[in-house]
Nanobody
Framework: QVQLQESGPGLVKPSQTLSLTCTVSGGSISTNYYYWTWIRQSPGKGLEWLGAIGSSGNTYYNPSLKSRTSISRDTSKNQFILQLSSATPEDTAVYYC??????????????WGQGTQVTVSS
């Protein structure tokens, strides 16, 4: 079974970089067809897609956050990493990693991590 688990600090100071790691088990992040994705949800909002990394290391980003977002991977650890720079309190949210089995034109999240709360505050 594919499992995903987020990890990282639950508290980030404003202006610092928010960094989270997703560890994948039961499947390789190098497997074709899938996109390994970061999504967040804040109070009163729906799910916001942040970006994804594909099996060959290709990346895609939400245009609204692209200038601050970096997604990378460590294939030796079967992990992919989110870095969101210049964090503000508006970045406070529950952050999820997920597997997307869809395409460029639609999303299909079939596996999710449990989510991790990240608060940006001084």
């Amino acid at each position: 079974q594919v499992q995903l688990q987020e990890s990282g600090p639950g508290l980030v100071k404003p202006s610092q970089t928010l960094s989270l790691t997703c560890t994948v088990s039961g499947g390789s992040i190098s497997t074709n067809y899938y996109y390994w994705t970061w999504i967040r949800q804040s109070p009163g909002k729906g799910l916001e897609w942040l970006g994804a990394i594909g099996s060959s290391g290709n990346t895609y980003y939400n245009p609204s956050l692209k200038s601050r977002t970096s997604i990378s991977r460590d294939t030796s650890k079967n992990q992919f990493i989110l870095q969101l720079s210049s964090a503000t309190p508006e970045d406070t949210a529950v952050y999820y990693c997920a597997r997307d089995s869809g395409s460029y034109y639609y999303t299909a999240y079939d596996y999710w991590g449990q989510g991790t709360q990240v608060t940006v505050s001084s």
